[in-house]
C-alpha cells in the first residue's frame, strides 16, 4: 500500500511539475508533508505572479491542480 501511495505521490509531483513548466514558470518543486497530508514546495522568483493578490492565484492553482492531479493519479 505505501509503495502505491510513493507512487502516487511521484505522478502528483511530475504534475506540479508539468504544469508550472506550461505556465512559463522555471521553479524548484519539493515535496514535503504537513500534517498527514502531502504538500509541494514550490521556489520560484515568480513567487508573487504564483500568489497573486491576497492569495487568489495561490488559492485557484491549488485548486486546478487538485483537479489535474485526481484525474492523473486515480
Known sequence: ME???QEKNRAALEC???FLREMNIEAKVEE???GDSVAFLIRTDDA???I???GHNLF???HL???VIERKVS
Open 3 to 5: 509503495v502505491q501511495t
Open 16 to 18: 506540479v511539475k508539468e
Open 32 to 34: 514535503g508533508v504537513i
Open 48 to 50: 508573487a505572479l504564483l
Open 52 to 54: 497573486g493578490e491576497d
Open 60 to 62: 485557484a492553482l491549488n
Open 65 to 67: 491542480l487538485k483537479k
